[in-house]
């Protein structure tokens, strides 16, 4: 419990010092490490095995996104025939068969670096990360109002 709390303390305090765009995004990844890496406990072993096949994924995770973001950034729903509305829903569909795939392929990976119970926990993990991000960027985002005449 106290470790937890070391750790919500440790990410209020970063986010609060954040900055620009890609200095963001560095530090988050930061966070995220540390986190996943307290609540996994990994060893010293298991952590210089498990990131570089964790990071891997995520780059690729991340390519998807940006590419389904692209997909729906474009979108003028007024002017979709059904012709590109069908094109558009094959290609979504493959792009979630991509991304099944892609969670597959890091499943198998990373049994080959931590045991099961802990990739399970990851998922856990990853969310309890997220969920802390949200609520740390609503208070913020309250903060700000409050101080915004």
């Keep these: 419990m106290k470790r937890t709390l070391i750790t ?5 305090l970063t986010l609060s010092a954040f900055g620009q765009r890609k200095e963001r995004q560095e530090r988050l990844k930061a ?11 990994l060893t010293s072993d298991e952590a ?25 950034r474009g979108l003028d729903f007024d002017a979709l ?18 991304k099944h795939n892609l969670q597959t392929k890091q499943v198998n990976d990373l049994l080959k670096v931590i045991p099961a ?11 309890q990360f997220k969920a802390q991000m949200l609520r740390e960027l609503k208070k913020r985002r309250e903060k700000f109002k409050k101080n915004t005449p």
Aim: proline content about 1%; aromatic content about 8%; charged content about 40%.
């Design 81 to 98: 025939t059904d012709a590109e509305a069908n094109k558009l829903l094959k290609d979504l569909i493959g792009l979630e068969n991509r």
């Design 8 to 12: 919500v303390l440790f990410i209020a």
């Design 117 to 127: 119970k802990k990739i399970i926990l990851l998922k856990v993990v990853e969310e």
């Design 48 to 72: 210089e095995k498990f990131w570089p096949v964790y990071n891997a994924i995520e780059e690729k995770k991340e390519v998807l996104r940006k590419e389904a973001q692209s997909i729906r």
């Design 31 to 41: 966070l995220k490490v540390a986190f996943i890496t307290e609540k996994l406990e």
